[in-house]
């Protein structure tokens, strides 16, 4: 707005001066307010020789932010796998990663702080230059006498707040070329989003129905992301009244099938049909845990208070006493805790949540045999109520379970009753003292 204004106000004085007059034979050729027209021209050229040169800011831009996230996610992912990687002895592999990851942001980088010295050049230039070019401009009047030596200085300034105008363009083209790669990568992360939702088959509808005491599938189909049919068609129904376990072939669809009965795998199609009034908790392989205390994590997502002391008692039900005393202490506790105890501390939240329908996907995988008999014990005797529908391989895991789903590759689903065997017996720490 301070540029504008300028602009516009010593663009009326320069008007205003006069105009130069060229006589050229029997013909006058009469600018008017030439000196406006000059600055103005002046101006132009910097602007035009500023994009000229400064276009390819947008590209340099656009692949440093690029080069940069690339960078960014290296680094994380390192850092989550940097056990494994230190086993394998993947330091030098990873070494070279990041030096050819970081080699483009080095390079990349020099080629726009080169443009950028040379916009510099320009814009500086021009500004400097304005003087002495309006002084130039401005003899013809002053050896005319149309003008005293006092009008040079306020044709200069004039001149100067024109130009001036058209050289803090210039100065901020490279924050503007920088604003405009951002929306270029925003506008193709939104049309890759749309794409995506426009390629999903979109026709998976989940219900809750009141009448029913089941979870009811119907005509289920599930998809890779590309298209390929995963599994199905499924038509099932599921008594709230029996346990189930189910098998299958690794990569068959197990896994993805409880994304889809959580509503998050969108790669699907068919029905289904949960009972109303009831809660639904979805327990992976993989723990989440929360910033901040053990107990924060132990409660996630619960907003209501729990008491250290029931707390306490779960660990020791759990075979997690040792952390009883840390159980308000802020901790990397991802770190901490063993992927066995990390499932361990799943399963707490799960009594904490009191889920009627409880789906786990190889949620103790990373258990020994006896603390996985301890921990779905536990689940019996906290949880009584509640359905459980287990994937898993073990079949340890038969005992807790009523019946027995199995899926096949081009085969139809196979649902067999559980033969009752001999309970294995794990020792437990009681809830309470």
Excluded at 76 to 105: N, P, V
Excluded at 118 to 137: Q, V, Y
Aim: glycine residues 6%; charged residues 15%.
């Amino acid at each position: 707005m301070q540029s504008l204004t300028l602009f516009v106000s010593f663009g009326i004085v320069l008007w205003q001066i006069g105009s130069l007059t060229i006589p050229l034979g029997h013909l006058v050729i009469s600018i008017p307010g030439y000196l406006f027209w000059a600055a103005c021209l002046f101006g132009g050229l910097g602007m035009w020789l500023t994009n000229r040169i400064g276009k390819k800011l947008i590209g340099f831009n656009y692949h440093q932010q690029r080069y940069n996230a690339n960078f960014r996610f290296a680094l994380i992912k390192f850092r989550e796998s940097r056990d494994e990687i230190a086993l394998q002895r993947g330091e030098q592999s990873e070494a070279t990663q990041f030096h050819d990851l970081f080699k483009k942001i080095y390079h990349n980088f020099i080629d726009i702080i080169q443009l950028k010295k040379r916009l510099a050049f320009i814009s500086n230039g021009f500004n400097l230059a304005s003087i002495p070019i309006a002084t130039l401009m401005a003899i013809p009047l002053f050896l005319s006498k149309k003008i005293q030596f006092g009008g040079l200085t306020q044709i200069s300034m004039g001149f100067n707040s024109v130009v001036g105008s058209f050289t803090t363009l210039m100065q901020v083209y490279t924050s503007l070329t920088e604003w405009n790669s951002i929306i270029v990568r925003l506008t193709e992360m939104n049309t890759a989003i749309e794409q995506a939702s426009t390629a999903l088959p979109n026709k998976l509808i989940i219900q809750k129905n009141k009448r029913h005491d089941s979870i009811t599938l119907s005509n289920l189909n599930l998809f890779l992301p590309d298209g390929q049919l995963l599994l199905g068609p499924i038509s099932l129904s599921l008594n709230l009244t029996e346990n189930y376990l189910i098998k299958g072939g690794s990569g068959i669809g197990k896994s993805s099938l409880l994304r889809t009965l959580a509503g998050i795998w969108p790669f699907s199609e068919g029905s289904i049909d949960f009972p109303k009034d009831k809660n639904t908790f979805f327990l992976s392989q993989k723990t989440f845990f929360s910033l901040g205390t053990l107990k924060e994590t132990l409660i996630y997502p619960l907003q209501q208070t729990v008491t250290d002391d029931e707390l306490k008692a779960l660990l020791r039900c759990f075979g997690l006493a040792k952390f009883q005393v840390e159980l308000n202490e802020i901790k990397p506790w991802q770190q901490i805790c063993s992927p066995g105890e990390q499932q361990l501390i799943a399963l707490i939240r799960v009594v904490l949540n009191k889920p009627d329908i409880l789906f786990l996907d190889e949620a103790t995988s990373a258990l020994d045999d006896v603390s996985q008999i301890k921990a779905y014990q536990n689940l019996g005797l906290l949880l009584p109520h509640t359905c459980l529908i287990s994937i898993g391989h073990r079949t340890d895991l038969e005992q807790f379970h009523s019946k027995l789903i199995i899926f096949s590759k081009n085969k139809p689903v196979s649902i067999a009753r559980i033969a009752p065997s001999k309970t294995v017996v794990a020792d437990r720490v009681p809830v309470s003292d």
